[in-house]
Structures are given as structure tokens and as C-alpha cells.
């Protein structure tokens, strides 16, 4: 019984971690790739204007089905991060989204 | 008997108390290892520095006898494509013989005199007379923290198969470090074409046309392009202020310091949705961007700082966490950021093209 307890405590200790570590972008659609390819220029540049051509972008391939909702949903956190003035987080995600989608 | 065999009980451990002792040991080594590997790579990082910077005081001392710094690689010059048999001219890049490339160039200004002599320069590169000597691994070209190899390797043709000359395999000593053709690159593209798109202005965008008619200088805006003979007094934006020499690991394609072969190509050693084999001159020289006009979706230009996320084989590519080491036109040596600003990369870049360069 005590072992049980310990094992499970165990588990629900990993978990979170596990959860947290995350596990990367899967692959995504060309196009997500060059909406991220831009995005990643947009907050190298800093450039509030070409963010908001990004997220009309955004919303004009999720409407033609360029991109998927996750995608979107991705691409618009990053988005969001850069709105908020987090830079440099957005930067990151949108060089790891990228980064992702390579074979090494 | 007794009292021995209790004696004996006494003196062991238990299985919690040795678990215990073990757990102890595994966290310690945990915590001490990170440590021990970033010492390591503290150590890599200064050795790949320093073998950045003998280039660099090679490529002056190179100048201070030649007038000039040596050429990205050696061809035989032709305008329209044509040329004596010897000279085994690329149809598609107007590529040709020697092919001998600057780090083969810089031999004589790094205590590898016998090397230099060994070699046949008036023999293409890829000559069976000289095959041996090509295949000398020369330390000062390699980085330790390079994980694709740092062997010799077989060059490839467009396919990928090894590309054949008189017969035979080709295998050249490897190069980690590359040197920069600046924004524009004139290889694949244009290197044969009697036009091509040059993106003159970064910040305006604008393009224009030129006749090349395979003079590379008509294009290149850096210090190391096909015949290049660029003098310090060329790099008009500062020595101080213009990236010569960078890294490109080998885990992202093969870099040689033997010469550029016609027909050959490099190829990337890893996918990414936009990598993929491109020309000879890659075996020897890379761009910033933008090239020929390349723009984003959003119209601004497609810049590739080192590690930029498109791995191309035409880019700088270091495994040093966070950037890699370029080698300026002074000698010195920095470690720039795979964050840096893309305009001022492309700035760092060129030799002449009057931008003001901010810190980095």
C-alpha cells in the first residue's frame, strides 16, 4: 500500500514536468512556415506595423484554409507576446517554430 | 561463531542506506556535470576563436604581400562561357579550373609552406597529381565543437552521388570556416546568366539589373567572390565594420579549404522545408541576404544571420550556443548573436555599400 502511495505520488510529480518540458511543433503547412519565417523578421525588426499585416495574414490563410486553427493558434500567441511588447519571448517562439520543422 | 557472524551484521550496509549513499552520488554528478561540459565548451569556443583569428592575421599577411586579399576561389575568367578544354568550364555557372580556393591561398601564412609546395597550383584542384595533398586535414581549419565530422569528404555532384573527375572520387581536407561573398550570392542563380536581379538598397528595397556576363564583382557586394581581388582600401565601410570569415559546422554541409570543382555541389546534411543542395562556390563561400531580389510575405528582405532557422548551405551555421565567431576584415575576431539585427547583419556584410553600422 505504501509503495503504491509512492509510486503514485510519483507519477503525479512527473507529470507536470513532463507536460511543462513540452514536446515541440509538429509540422505545419508551408504556409504557417512562411508566416513564421516573416514573424520571425517582424520581432527581430520590431516592426508594430508588419505585425499587423502578419496577423491580418493570419486571419486571411485561416479563413482560405492555408493554415490550420492550431497553427493559427500558435502563430497568434507569438503575435500576442510581440503585441504585449515581449519581444524578445516572441523572437524565440518564432525562431523554435521554425527550428522545429527541420530534420537534425 | 556467533559473535563473529553478529560482528559481520554490524559492519554492512543496508540496501536504503546504500540506495541513499547512490542517490547522493547521482545528484551530485548531475549538478557538477553541466559544469564540467560548459568548461568544455568554454575551452572549444577559445580554440575555434583562435583558429579564426590566425586566418584573419593570415589573410593580411597574404595582403601585405599580394597587395590584396586572395580570391574567393580561382577560375579560369571567361565572358561568354568558353574556353580551352583544360579549363573545363561549368556550362550552368561558367565555374572552371583551378578552382583553388582562399584558404588554400592562405597555406604559406600559417606555417604550411610544405603543404603549399606539395600542391600543383597550376593544376586544377581536383588533378589526380594533387588529390593526396588535398586530403590533408589542417587542425586550424576545424572546430571542436563541430559535430558533422572533421574527416575528409567525398564531393558531391547535383544528384549527390560523388562527382567523378578523369575517373576518379574526389576527396577533400574539410573547412569549418567560410568566407563571406556579402548580401548578394552569384553562383547558382546567376553565375552564368548575362543577368541578373541585384538588390542594391535594404532599406528601399529596390532592385536592379545588371549584365554580368560571368564577372562576379558586377553582383558580389563582399569580400570574397569568383577572381575577387579585394584590396583594403575597397572595403570602404570599414575593416572593423565587415565580416571576412565566419563558421559553418559541418553537421549542416561540407566546407572545404581546397578549391570550389565545377559541376560540384554541396548539400544540406539536414532537411528543412526551404534547404537544399546549391552550387560549387558553396563549398568555399556564403551570403547574408538578400539575393536576387528575395523578399518575405511581407516584402521585407529574407536576411540569413549564422544559425538562421532556414539552414541553408549558403549560410553561417555555428553549434556554439547562441551565435558563432566571425572573423572581421581587421583580424579581430567577435562572437555575434543568431539574434542580431537581419539589416545590420546584411550591413556587416558588404564591403561598400556606405550603410552606418551600429554596435553588435
Given amino acids: 500500500m505504501r509503495n503504491r502511495t509512492i509510486l503514485f505520488s510519483t507519477v503525479l510529480f512527473q507529470m507536470p514536468l513532463l507536460l511543462s518540458s513540452g514536446c515541440g511543433y509538429p509540422a505545419v503547412s508551408p504556409k504557417t512556415y512562411e508566416i513564421s519565417k516573416a514573424l520571425y523578421s517582424v520581432c527581430n525588426q520590431k516592426s508594430k506595423e508588419r505585425l499587423e499585416t502578419v496577423q491580418t495574414l493570419i486571419q486571411s490563410s485561416l479563413k482560405e484554409k492555408e493554415i490550420n486553427e492550431r497553427e493559427a493558434d500558435w502563430l497568434n500567441e507569438i503575435v500576442a507576446s510581440a503585441n504585449a511588447g515581449d519581444w524578445e519571448t516572441a523572437t524565440l517562439e518564432a525562431r523554435r517554430l521554425m527550428e522545429d520543422q527541420t530534420g537534425r | ?360
Wanted: charged share 15%; hydrophobic share 35%; aromatic share 10%.
Fill in chain 2, 1 to 360: 561463531m556467533n559473535l563473529s557472524h553478529q560482528q559481520l551484521k554490524t559492519r554492512g550496509f543496508t540496501l536504503i542506506e546504500l540506495l541513499v549513499v547512490i542517490a547522493i552520488i547521482a545528484t551530485l554528478i548531475a549538478l557538477l556535470l553541466p559544469a564540467v561540459q560548459q568548461a568544455r565548451e568554454a575551452a572549444r569556443r577559445s580554440q575555434c576563436k583562435n583558429n579564426l583569428k590566425q586566418l584573419g592575421i593570415a589573410l593580411h599577411n597574404y595582403h601585405d604581400t599580394h597587395s590584396s586579399f586572395p580570391a574567393g576561389y580561382y577560375s579560369y575568367g571567361t565572358s561568354n562561357g568558353s574556353g580551352p578544354a583544360w579549363a573545363a568550364i561549368d556550362p550552368a555557372t561558367w565555374d572552371a579550373a583551378p578552382g583553388w580556393t582562399w584558404g588554400t591561398m592562405l597555406l604559406p601564412y600559417m606555417d604550411q609552406a610544405p603543404l603549399y609546395n606539395a600542391l600543383n597550383l597550376n593544376l586544377p584542384c581536383w588533378d589526380l597529381a594533387n588529390l593526396s595533398a588535398a586530403q590533408t586535414k589542417l587542425p586550424v581549419f576545424l572546430c571542436p565543437s563541430s559535430s558533422g565530422g572533421d574527416e575528409p569528404f567525398l564531393v558531391q555532384d547535383a544528384s549527390g552521388s560523388p562527382l567523378l573527375k578523369g575517373g576518379s572520387q574526389l576527396r577533400f581536407g574539410r573547412s569549418h570556416y567560410v568566407a563571406s561573398h556579402g548580401q548578394e550570392s552569384c553562383w547558382g542563380e546567376c553565375g552564368s546568366s548575362t543577368t541578373g536581379e541585384v538588390f542594391t538598397n535594404i532599406y528601399t528595397k529596390t532592385t536592379k539589373t545588371v549584365t554580368i556576363n560571368g564577372d562576379a564583382s558586377k553582383v558580389a557586394d563582399g569580400p570574397f567572390f569568383r577572381n575577387s581581388r579585394t584590396r583594403m582600401r575597397d572595403v570602404t565601410d570599414g575593416t572593423s565594420n565587415t565580416i571576412f570569415l565566419g563558421e559553418h559546422s559541418s553537421k549542416l554541409s561540407d566546407k572545404t579549404w581546397v578549391g570550389v570543382v565545377p559541376g560540384a555541389f554541396t548539400h544540406p546534411q539536414f532537411t528543412s522545408p526551404e534547404n537544399g543542395p546549391d552550387a560549387a562556390a558553396t563549398l568555399a563561400l556564403i551570403h547574408a541576404g538578400p539575393s536576387g531580389g528575395e523578399l518575405d510575405i511581407t516584402g521585407f528582405p529574407i536576411v540569413h544571420p549564422v544559425n538562421f532557422p532556414t539552414y541553408h548551405v549558403g549560410q553561417m551555421y555555428s553549434e556554439h550556443t547562441g551565435g558563432g565567431h566571425v572573423c572581421m576584415g581587421d583580424g579581430s575576431v567577435r562572437f555575434v548573436s543568431e539574434n542580431i539585427d537581419l539589416l545590420l547583419w546584411a550591413e556587416l556584410s558588404s564591403i561598400n555599400e556606405g550603410e552606418v553600422i551600429g554596435e553588435f
